[in-house]
């Protein structure tokens, strides 16, 4: 199995490399004017929720003892799963003129060859230096039709559905998990299966079962994410979790579920596991020596590309 990523290894603006991987995450990040965009983005931010996309925009985000640059625009344009931008003209001295920053906010698009969405009123007009690239025309009554239509086809370009249960795993992957014992869940049609898949789903975990269908086990493929990101992914899954746990007594005294729910809800929850899947035998042991910090309670299995190798040339050998 030979799966390839591609990290951002030269800084355009001379700092050290800084190996964010293209187009790693769920997001699409979106360049826009602040003072000009709101009604479009208030629609954009509604489709690309329904899709399971989150929405990544500079304003958005907070960077503090940081370099703001990076962490509020560069970093999330390399690692969105493609992006949009808004090209609408800002409003100086009664006159229109392009707006600098999300034109800056372009060219990174096009410099790092990002699969992007233009859009402009139809009533402006482009800058000269871009008004040869497509560019989505609106107005007001069919932006969002528009809008609805183009995001499709970038999902559909860009190769990641987003809701990890509606596709065909990775065959090899799907493999490996076969010789662990462990299935993809169904979720569309299971209410359990998919309350349990939402606890880890904006984290970017699936969920399996074991054969017998009695244990379940969070999967996380971030063999595109640095360690340090999945580390932060596995935290906050932790602490969503014991959350959970804890708020079952609460629940009970108010009435919201019996002793029986309680009882199920606790068994379920002692006897879940979390396995990750991750590039290198490198990252698997920054990773264990990472979580050894903080307390998980749930068992926790940690596998590299060359464990599933492994796995299945024995596969193959058997």
């Known amino acids: 199995m030979d799966i390839s990523i591609r990290r951002n290894e030269h800084c355009i603006i001379g700092l050290p490399r800084c190996d964010f991987v293209f187009s790693s995450t769920r997001t699409c990040f979106i360049a826009y004017g602040f003072k000009t965009s709101s009604f479009e983005m208030a629609i954009l931010r509604n489709i690309l929720q329904s899709k399971g996309i989150q929405c990544e925009e500079a304003g958005g985000q907070l960077a ?22 808004i090209l609408n003209n800002d409003s100086k001295n009664g006159q229109l003129v392009p707006n600098a920053n999300v034109n800056m906010e372009y060219g990174l698009m096009l410099g790092f060859n990002k699969y992007l969405i233009p ?12 008004a040869a ?26 190769n990641q559905d987003l809701s990890p249960s509606y596709r ?4 090899l992957i799907e493999l490996f998990l076969v010789s ?17 898949f939402r606890l880890g789903s904006p984290l ?15 999967l996380g493929n971030f063999m595109a994410l640095r360690p340090d990101i999945t580390i932060w992914r596995l935290k906050m899954l932790n602490d969503i979790l014991n959350e959970r746990l804890t708020s079952l007594g609460e629940r009970f005294k108010i009435g919201t579920i ?28 920054t990773i264990s020596n990472e979580i050894l910090a903080f307390h998980i309670p749930y068992s926790l299995e940690i596998f590299s590309k060359n464990d599933i190798n492994a796995e299945l040339d024995n596969i193959i050998k058997k």
């Not at 990076?70 to 992006?83: A, D, L, M, R």
């Not at 859009?119 to 871009?130: A, D, G, H, R, W």
């Not at 183009?150 to 999902?155: E, G």
């Open 64 to 85: 503090p003892g940081q370099y703001a640059f990076c962490q509020k625009i560069c970093s999330k344009i390399i690692t969105s799963q493609f992006s949009i931008i």
């Open 133 to 158: 690239l497509d560019t989505v025309k609106y107005n007001n009554q069919n932006f969002e039709t528009k809008a609805s239509e183009a995001i499709k086809v970038a999902i559909d370009k860009t």
């Open 204 to 218: 970017g975990f699936n969920i399996l079962h074991d054969f017998s269908g009695m244990i379940y086990i969070f």
């Open 119 to 130: 859009f402009q009123l139809e009533v402006q007009e482009l800058p000269f230096n871009v």
């Open 180 to 196: 662990k014992k462990a299935l993809y869940a169904f979720v569309e049609d299971d209410i359990g299966n998919k309350e349990i």
């Open 168 to 171: 065909l795993p990775d065959q």
């Open 258 to 285: 019996n002793l029986e729910q309680m009882r199920i809800t606790t068994s379920l929850f002692n006897s879940l596991k979390i396995w990750i899947l991750v590039t290198s035998d490198e990252d698997k042991q």
